[in-house]
Nanobody
Framework: QVQLVESGGGLVQAGGSLRLSCAASTSIVSINDMGWYRQAPGKQRELVATITSGGRANYADSVKGRFTISRDNAKNTVYLQMNSLKTEDTAVYYC???????????????????WGQGTQVTVSS
């Protein structure tokens, strides 16, 4: 019942743009921080960007000036606009929410460290 679902990945040429979306399942009623991570083949998962419920954003140095994270709190959705893509941006991108509040019937629960299934971004030269 607690799901984060990414979409928007695909194949793009270097210099192009993609916009990723991550939507929370309707059972989730509140999310504080949200973020995007990525994992390239043979590498560890790394932080791309995070955003608080108030809109404060934080970026990895490698994407500053090229990527923009945003969110729609009413929809519990976070976005990642990726511009000027480079081949080194190729990875599976994952959405993350460290803490969520979700509801089953009339009962509220806390979920920790929620991840989406990932969406593949491939940047060709």
């Amino acid at each position: 019942q607690v799901q984060l679902v990414e979409s928007g990945g695909g194949l793009v040429q270097a210099g192009g743009s993609l916009r990723l979306s991550c939507a929370a399942s309707t059972s989730i009623v509140s999310i504080n921080d949200m973020g995007w991570y990525r994992q390239a083949p043979g590498k560890q998962r790394e932080l791309v960007a995070t955003i608080t419920s108030g809109g404060r954003a934080n970026y990895a140095d490698s994407v500053k000036g090229r990527f923009t994270i945003s969110r729609d709190n009413a929809k519990n959705t976070v976005y990642l606009q990726m511009n000027s893509l480079k081949t080194e941006d190729t990875a599976v991108y994952y959405c993350n929410a460290p803490v969520v509040i979700y509801r089953i019937g009339s009962v509220y629960f806390t979920g920790n460290d929620c991840w989406g299934q990932g969406t593949q971004v491939t940047v060709s030269s």
